[in-house]
């Protein structure tokens, strides 16, 4: 039997992230721990490519957008919806989870759902404080894991993502994956 695990250690990985900027107090948090998380496991500042939207509901297309570049090993989405007095909240958050999860389909490519769906603003921002949940570290976690397991099982060998599954640029198996078809 073959057990295949990602791993956490993101060395050489690149990835995107979609922010949006409706309740900015709570997603501006969830941006800085994620990007912490990203570069507490190894990845370069220059290798994180930060796109934002107005709402989560403009998220799904330019994760599909991004993650369809093939410049990513995972691209990561970060938002907050937080329940109103009406039935948008519902549009809305439904909306964004299931294009998130159909853009990463469509793409092929891990896209991470790091978007809060919450009933209070006291939820959302504990939820986002890295003290607390901390759930933008744990997007860049499920990310690098997410990354890291995909490259794995495209390589086809070992439990554990091989030195040659990385090629003289830099480029991962998913990259060259992609040129030689
Ligand atoms: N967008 C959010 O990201 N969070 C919300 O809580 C929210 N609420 O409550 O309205 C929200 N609305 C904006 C929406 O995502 C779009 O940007 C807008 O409808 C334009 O398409």
Redesign the pocket.
């Known amino acids: 039997m073959k057990l295949r695990k990602g791993t956490h250690n993101a060395t050489g990985l690149k990835f995107g992230i979609v922010v ?4 900015k107090f709570v ?1 501006s948090k969830l941006l800085s721990s994620c990007v912490e998380g990203l570069t507490k496991h190894g990845v370069v500042p220059e290798d994180i490519e930060v796109v934002r ?7 799904p297309l330019v994760a599909k957008t991004l993650a369809g570049t093939q410049r990513f090993d995972a691209v990561i989405c970060l ?6 007095d009406t039935p ?2 519902d549009y ?1 958050s439904a909306e ?1 989870s299931r294009g998130i999860g159909q853009a990463a389909l469509d793409a092929d490519v891990p896209i991470i759902f790091g ?1 809060l769906t919450t009933d209070t603003v006291a939820q959302a921002i504990v939820r986002a404080e890295p003290t607390k949940f901390n759930r933008g570290g744990e997007a860049a976690k499920s990310a690098i894991e997410m990354a890291t397991v995909m490259q794995m099982i495209r390589g086809g060998e070992g439990t554990t993502p091989s030195k040659d599954n990385v090629g003289k640029n830099g480029a991962t198996r998913r990259s060259a994956r992609k040129r030689a078809s």
């Open positions: 949006s900027k409706f309740n997603t939207v107005p709402g989560a509901f403009e998220i938002g907050a919806v937080i329940r109103g948008h909240f809305i964004a978007v």
